[in-house]
Protein backbone atom coordinates (compact mmCIF):
# COMPACT_ATOMS: atom_id res chain seq x y z
CA UNK A 1 0.00 0.00 0.00
CA UNK A 2 0.75 3.21 -0.63
CA UNK A 3 1.38 5.59 2.95
CA UNK A 4 3.04 9.34 3.55
CA UNK A 5 5.75 8.05 6.03
CA UNK A 6 8.18 10.64 8.27
CA UNK A 7 11.77 9.17 7.20
CA UNK A 8 13.78 11.30 9.17
CA UNK A 9 12.15 14.93 10.89
CA UNK A 10 11.13 17.54 8.97
CA UNK A 11 11.20 14.82 6.04
CA UNK A 12 8.39 12.98 4.44
CA UNK A 13 8.13 9.93 1.60
CA UNK A 14 5.23 9.04 -0.05
CA UNK A 15 6.35 4.98 -0.79
CA UNK A 16 5.10 1.83 -0.87
CA UNK A 17 5.21 0.06 2.61
CA UNK A 18 4.03 -3.36 3.22
CA UNK A 19 0.02 -3.83 3.91
CA UNK A 20 -0.85 -4.09 7.62
CA UNK A 21 -1.17 -7.40 9.37
CA UNK A 22 -4.46 -8.49 10.79
CA UNK A 23 -4.71 -10.12 13.90
CA UNK A 24 -8.61 -11.39 15.22
CA UNK A 25 -9.34 -8.62 17.25
CA UNK A 26 -9.15 -6.23 14.21
CA UNK A 27 -10.73 -4.77 11.35
CA UNK A 28 -8.52 -3.64 8.41
CA UNK A 29 -9.99 -0.03 7.58
CA UNK A 30 -9.71 1.61 4.52
CA UNK A 31 -8.87 5.23 5.17
CA UNK A 32 -11.16 7.72 3.07
CA UNK A 33 -10.11 10.74 5.01
CA UNK A 34 -7.68 11.64 7.74
CA UNK A 35 -6.91 15.19 8.98
CA UNK A 36 -3.27 16.63 10.16
CA UNK A 37 -3.12 17.59 13.63
CA UNK A 38 -0.96 20.09 15.32
CA UNK A 39 0.76 17.47 17.51
CA UNK A 40 1.62 15.73 14.06
CA UNK A 41 3.04 19.40 12.93
CA UNK A 42 5.19 19.15 16.44
CA UNK A 43 5.97 15.76 15.79
CA UNK A 44 7.19 16.18 12.30
CA UNK A 45 9.77 18.96 13.77
CA UNK A 46 10.61 16.36 16.57
CA UNK A 47 9.91 18.98 19.39
CA UNK A 48 7.45 16.98 20.83
CA UNK A 49 9.21 13.35 21.26
CA UNK A 50 6.42 11.81 20.28
CA UNK A 51 6.95 10.70 16.55
CA UNK A 52 10.55 9.24 16.31
CA UNK A 53 11.39 8.54 12.71
CA UNK A 54 10.50 6.08 11.10
CA UNK A 55 6.60 6.10 11.56
CA UNK A 56 3.10 6.55 10.08
CA UNK A 57 1.06 9.64 11.14
CA UNK A 58 -2.12 10.23 11.46
CA UNK A 59 -4.78 9.22 14.08
CA UNK A 60 -7.82 11.57 13.24
CA UNK A 61 -9.50 9.55 10.20
CA UNK A 62 -12.52 7.81 8.77
CA UNK A 63 -12.93 5.08 6.33
CA UNK A 64 -14.73 1.63 5.71
CA UNK A 65 -14.16 -1.67 6.71
CA UNK A 66 -12.51 -3.68 4.45
CA UNK A 67 -11.86 -6.67 6.39
CA UNK A 68 -12.22 -8.40 9.85
CA UNK A 69 -10.63 -10.73 12.14
CA UNK A 70 -11.50 -14.05 12.68
CA UNK A 71 -12.76 -13.03 16.38
CA UNK A 72 -14.82 -9.89 15.16
CA UNK A 73 -18.16 -9.63 15.49
CA UNK A 74 -21.06 -7.31 14.94
CA UNK A 75 -19.21 -5.50 12.07
CA UNK A 76 -18.94 -5.97 8.65
CA UNK A 77 -16.92 -5.16 5.34
CA UNK A 78 -18.12 -1.78 3.54
CA UNK A 79 -19.28 -0.42 6.87
CA UNK A 80 -18.61 3.46 7.41
CA UNK A 81 -16.76 4.06 10.45
CA UNK A 82 -14.55 6.17 12.80
CA UNK A 83 -12.16 5.21 15.38
CA UNK A 84 -10.35 6.47 18.39
CA UNK A 85 -6.88 7.74 18.56
CA UNK A 86 -6.21 5.85 21.66
CA UNK A 87 -5.81 1.70 21.03
CA UNK A 88 -6.54 0.65 25.09
CA UNK A 89 -6.72 -2.72 26.32
CA UNK A 90 -10.48 -3.10 27.81
CA UNK A 91 -9.27 -5.12 30.21
CA UNK A 92 -7.46 -2.78 33.15
CA UNK A 93 -8.80 -1.13 36.29
CA UNK A 94 -9.23 2.60 34.36
CA UNK A 95 -10.83 0.75 31.04
CA UNK A 96 -13.09 -1.20 33.59
CA UNK A 97 -13.99 2.30 35.30
CA UNK A 98 -14.55 3.39 31.55
CA UNK A 99 -11.57 5.66 31.67
CA UNK A 100 -9.91 4.06 28.44
CA UNK A 101 -8.09 7.08 27.87
CA UNK A 102 -6.30 6.56 30.91
CA UNK A 103 -5.65 2.90 30.14
CA UNK A 104 -2.17 1.37 31.74
CA UNK A 105 -1.61 -0.15 28.48
CA UNK A 106 -2.20 3.02 26.22
CA UNK A 107 -0.71 3.70 22.65
CA UNK A 108 -1.94 6.60 20.49
CA UNK A 109 -2.43 5.31 16.49
CA UNK A 110 0.87 7.20 14.59
CA UNK A 111 2.89 7.88 17.50
CA UNK A 112 6.44 6.54 18.36
CA UNK A 113 8.32 7.12 21.32
CA UNK A 114 11.23 5.13 22.96
CA UNK A 115 8.33 3.34 24.50
CA UNK A 116 6.46 1.75 21.47
CA UNK A 117 5.33 2.31 18.30
CA UNK A 118 1.61 2.71 16.63
CA UNK A 119 1.60 3.52 12.97
CA UNK A 120 -1.22 5.70 11.64
CA UNK A 121 -3.90 6.59 9.41
CA UNK A 122 -1.70 8.52 6.70
CA UNK A 123 -1.71 5.35 4.63
CA UNK A 124 -4.41 3.39 2.40
CA UNK A 125 -5.16 0.77 5.15
CA UNK A 126 -4.93 0.75 8.81
CA UNK A 127 -5.62 -2.09 11.01
CA UNK A 128 -7.36 -1.38 14.55
CA UNK A 129 -9.08 -3.44 16.87
CA UNK A 130 -12.52 -3.51 16.84
CA UNK A 131 -13.20 -2.35 20.19
CA UNK A 132 -12.30 1.02 19.05
CA UNK A 133 -14.72 1.37 16.17
CA UNK A 134 -17.72 3.87 16.05
CA UNK A 135 -20.59 3.94 13.05
CA UNK A 136 -21.02 6.64 10.52
CA UNK A 137 -24.27 7.32 9.59
CA UNK A 138 -24.63 8.39 5.93
CA UNK A 139 -25.11 12.09 6.82
CA UNK A 140 -21.93 12.66 8.10
CA UNK A 141 -18.81 12.83 5.25
CA UNK A 142 -15.33 11.24 5.84
CA UNK A 143 -13.87 14.16 6.30
CA UNK A 144 -16.17 15.61 8.84
CA UNK A 145 -15.92 12.09 10.37
CA UNK A 146 -12.27 12.26 10.12
CA UNK A 147 -12.83 15.12 13.05
CA UNK A 148 -14.91 13.40 15.60
CA UNK A 149 -11.78 12.62 17.45
CA UNK A 150 -10.87 16.73 17.72
CA UNK A 151 -14.14 17.20 18.70
CA UNK A 152 -14.36 14.16 21.23
CA UNK A 153 -11.10 15.83 22.90
CA UNK A 154 -12.77 19.20 23.18
CA UNK A 155 -16.21 17.69 24.46
CA UNK A 156 -14.28 15.64 26.80
CA UNK A 157 -12.18 18.68 28.37
CA UNK A 158 -15.60 20.94 28.71
CA UNK A 159 -17.16 17.76 30.08
CA UNK A 160 -14.71 17.32 33.02
CA UNK A 161 -14.99 20.70 33.76
CA UNK A 162 -17.99 22.39 36.13
CA UNK A 163 -19.73 24.43 33.69
CA UNK A 164 -22.71 26.58 35.12
CA UNK A 165 -25.16 28.64 33.24
CA UNK A 166 -24.63 31.41 32.08
CA UNK A 167 -20.46 31.40 33.13
CA UNK A 168 -17.70 33.51 31.59
CA UNK A 169 -15.29 31.32 29.81
CA UNK A 170 -12.06 32.26 28.20
CA UNK A 171 -10.22 29.65 25.73
CA UNK A 172 -6.48 30.57 25.33
CA UNK A 173 -5.63 28.84 21.92
CA UNK A 174 -8.20 29.15 18.94
CA UNK A 175 -6.35 26.36 16.62
CA UNK A 176 -9.06 23.13 16.15
CA UNK A 177 -8.79 22.25 19.35
CA UNK A 178 -9.81 25.75 20.85
CA UNK A 179 -12.48 26.54 18.33
CA UNK A 180 -14.26 23.21 18.95
CA UNK A 181 -14.25 24.06 22.94
CA UNK A 182 -15.77 27.14 21.90
CA UNK A 183 -18.74 25.32 20.54
CA UNK A 184 -18.72 23.38 23.17
CA UNK A 185 -19.06 25.84 25.96
CA UNK A 186 -21.34 27.53 23.96
CA UNK A 187 -23.82 24.26 23.95
CA UNK A 188 -23.09 23.98 27.53
CA UNK A 189 -24.35 27.20 28.16
CA UNK A 190 -21.84 29.82 28.99
CA UNK A 191 -23.00 33.14 29.08
CA UNK A 192 -19.42 34.77 27.25
CA UNK A 193 -16.93 33.24 25.72
CA UNK A 194 -13.57 35.25 25.07
CA UNK A 195 -11.25 33.80 22.58
CA UNK A 196 -7.19 34.38 22.93
CA UNK A 197 -4.95 34.26 20.40
CA UNK A 198 -1.24 35.22 18.67
CA UNK A 199 -2.74 34.65 14.85
CA UNK A 200 -5.43 37.02 13.95
CA UNK A 201 -6.91 34.70 11.38
CA UNK A 202 -7.43 31.85 14.17
CA UNK A 203 -9.30 34.70 16.00
CA UNK A 204 -11.76 35.41 13.21
CA UNK A 205 -12.65 31.29 13.09
CA UNK A 206 -13.17 31.81 16.68
CA UNK A 207 -15.51 34.52 16.38
CA UNK A 208 -17.80 32.42 13.67
CA UNK A 209 -18.60 29.74 15.86
CA UNK A 210 -19.53 31.55 18.53
CA UNK A 211 -16.60 33.59 20.85
CA UNK A 212 -17.80 37.00 21.47
CA UNK A 213 -14.48 38.64 22.40
CA UNK A 214 -11.65 38.32 20.77
CA UNK A 215 -7.88 39.23 22.20
CA UNK A 216 -4.57 38.77 20.85
CA UNK A 217 -1.78 38.74 23.67
CA UNK A 218 0.44 40.95 21.58
CA UNK A 219 -1.90 43.94 21.38
CA UNK A 220 -3.95 43.58 24.65
CA UNK A 221 -3.55 42.72 28.37
CA UNK A 222 -5.61 39.70 28.49
CA UNK A 223 -5.96 39.28 32.21
CA UNK A 224 -7.27 43.34 32.69
CA UNK A 225 -9.40 43.00 29.52
CA UNK A 226 -10.67 39.38 31.24
CA UNK A 227 -11.75 41.82 34.16
CA UNK A 228 -12.74 44.79 32.41
CA UNK A 229 -15.70 42.33 31.28
CA UNK A 230 -16.27 40.69 34.81
CA UNK A 231 -16.67 43.56 37.62
CA UNK A 232 -13.09 43.30 38.39
CA UNK A 233 -13.64 39.39 39.02
CA UNK A 234 -12.07 37.41 36.02
CA UNK A 235 -13.71 34.76 33.81
CA UNK A 236 -15.32 32.09 35.71
CA UNK A 237 -13.80 29.32 33.73
CA UNK A 238 -10.56 29.17 31.71
CA UNK A 239 -9.35 26.31 29.10
CA UNK A 240 -5.35 26.14 27.94
CA UNK A 241 -5.27 24.90 24.31
CA UNK A 242 -1.54 25.25 23.68
CA UNK A 243 0.72 24.06 26.33
CA UNK A 244 3.01 26.18 26.90
CA UNK A 245 4.01 28.38 30.00
CA UNK A 246 2.50 31.76 27.96
CA UNK A 247 -0.65 30.32 27.46
CA UNK A 248 -1.01 28.59 30.71
CA UNK A 249 -0.59 31.91 32.65
CA UNK A 250 -2.61 33.93 30.47
CA UNK A 251 -5.23 31.22 31.35
CA UNK A 252 -4.70 30.83 35.24
CA UNK A 253 -4.13 35.15 35.74
CA UNK A 254 -7.62 35.70 33.64
CA UNK A 255 -9.87 33.75 36.25
CA UNK A 256 -11.45 34.58 39.34
CA UNK A 257 -10.89 33.76 42.73
CA UNK A 258 -12.45 29.90 42.95
CA UNK A 259 -11.93 29.68 39.37
CA UNK A 260 -11.00 26.53 37.29
CA UNK A 261 -8.23 26.32 34.57
CA UNK A 262 -8.54 23.03 32.78
CA UNK A 263 -5.22 21.94 30.93
CA UNK A 264 -5.55 20.68 27.07
CA UNK A 265 -2.73 21.62 25.51
CA UNK A 266 -0.08 19.21 25.39
CA UNK A 267 3.32 20.66 23.17
CA UNK A 268 5.60 21.38 26.37
CA UNK A 269 6.62 18.58 28.98
CA UNK A 270 7.04 21.36 31.86
CA UNK A 271 5.57 25.10 32.41
CA UNK A 272 5.97 27.56 34.60
CA UNK A 273 3.40 29.08 36.59
CA UNK A 274 2.84 31.26 40.04
CA UNK A 275 2.06 28.27 42.16
CA UNK A 276 1.40 31.17 45.36
CA UNK A 277 -1.13 32.93 43.32
CA UNK A 278 -3.25 29.69 42.08
CA UNK A 279 -3.25 28.66 45.85
CA UNK A 280 -4.15 32.05 47.41
CA UNK A 281 -6.99 32.53 45.17
CA UNK A 282 -7.78 28.54 45.14
CA UNK A 283 -7.82 28.08 41.62
CA UNK A 284 -8.73 24.44 40.34
CA UNK A 285 -6.67 22.79 37.84
CA UNK A 286 -7.89 20.31 35.73
CA UNK A 287 -5.94 18.13 33.55
CA UNK A 288 -7.94 16.50 30.22
CA UNK A 289 -6.30 13.68 28.01
CA UNK A 290 -7.92 12.69 24.83
CA UNK A 291 -11.47 11.38 25.04
CA UNK A 292 -13.66 8.87 27.02
CA UNK A 293 -16.51 7.90 25.42
CA UNK A 294 -17.62 11.35 23.99
CA UNK A 295 -17.28 10.16 20.19
CA UNK A 296 -21.28 9.00 20.20
CA UNK A 297 -22.48 12.10 21.13
CA UNK A 298 -19.93 14.10 19.20
CA UNK A 299 -21.14 12.08 15.78
CA UNK A 300 -24.88 12.70 16.16
CA UNK A 301 -23.93 16.62 16.88
CA UNK A 302 -22.08 16.74 13.79
CA UNK A 303 -24.71 15.06 12.07
CA UNK A 304 -27.80 17.22 13.75
CA UNK A 305 -25.43 20.26 12.51
CA UNK A 306 -24.91 20.89 16.23
CA UNK A 307 -21.52 21.23 15.60
CA UNK A 308 -19.96 23.35 12.82
CA UNK A 309 -16.82 20.86 11.35
CA UNK A 310 -17.15 22.04 7.94
CA UNK A 311 -15.89 25.94 9.37
CA UNK A 312 -12.80 24.40 10.11
CA UNK A 313 -11.74 22.58 7.63
CA UNK A 314 -9.37 24.83 5.49
CA UNK A 315 -8.42 21.89 2.48
CA UNK A 316 -8.72 18.75 1.28
CA UNK A 317 -6.07 16.81 -0.70
CA UNK A 318 -4.42 13.77 -1.94
CA UNK A 319 -2.39 12.13 0.94
CA UNK A 320 0.21 12.10 -2.42
CA UNK A 321 0.53 15.59 -1.39
CA UNK A 322 0.90 15.56 2.37
CA UNK A 323 4.30 16.97 2.60
CA UNK A 324 3.33 19.92 0.97
CA UNK A 325 0.67 20.62 3.29
CA UNK A 326 2.62 19.76 6.14
CA UNK A 327 5.28 22.13 5.29
CA UNK A 328 2.42 25.11 4.76
CA UNK A 329 0.92 24.12 8.00
CA UNK A 330 4.36 24.51 9.94
CA UNK A 331 5.05 27.57 8.36
CA UNK A 332 1.46 28.65 9.80
CA UNK A 333 -0.48 29.75 6.23
CA UNK A 334 -2.83 32.45 7.16
CA UNK A 335 -6.26 31.09 7.25
CA UNK A 336 -5.15 27.55 7.17
CA UNK A 337 -6.47 25.49 10.22
CA UNK A 338 -7.17 21.62 9.46
CA UNK A 339 -6.04 19.87 6.32
CA UNK A 340 -7.68 16.72 5.48
CA UNK A 341 -5.48 14.33 3.21
CA UNK A 342 -7.29 11.60 1.16
CA UNK A 343 -5.38 8.36 0.34
Not at 94 to 109: I, P, T
Not at 263 to 272: D, H, R
Not at 306 to 318: F, K, L
Amino acid sequence: MQALVLQEYNRFEYTDVPDPELRPDEVLVRIKAAGICGSDIHGMDGSSGRRVPPVIMGHEASGVIEDTGRDVTGWETGARITFDSTVYCGACGFCRRGQVNLCEHRRVLGVSTDGYKQDGAFAEYLAVPARILYHLPESVSFEQGALVEPCAIAFHAVERTPVSLGDTAIVVGCGIIGSLVIQALRLAGCGRIAAVDLRDDRLRLAESLGADDLWNPRETDVPEAVRGITEGMGADIGFEVVGNSEAFNTALLSVRKGGVVTLVGNISPEVQFPEQYAVTREVSLIGSCASAGEYPACINMIARGEVNTDRIISATAPLSEGADWFDRLYREEEDLVKVILRP
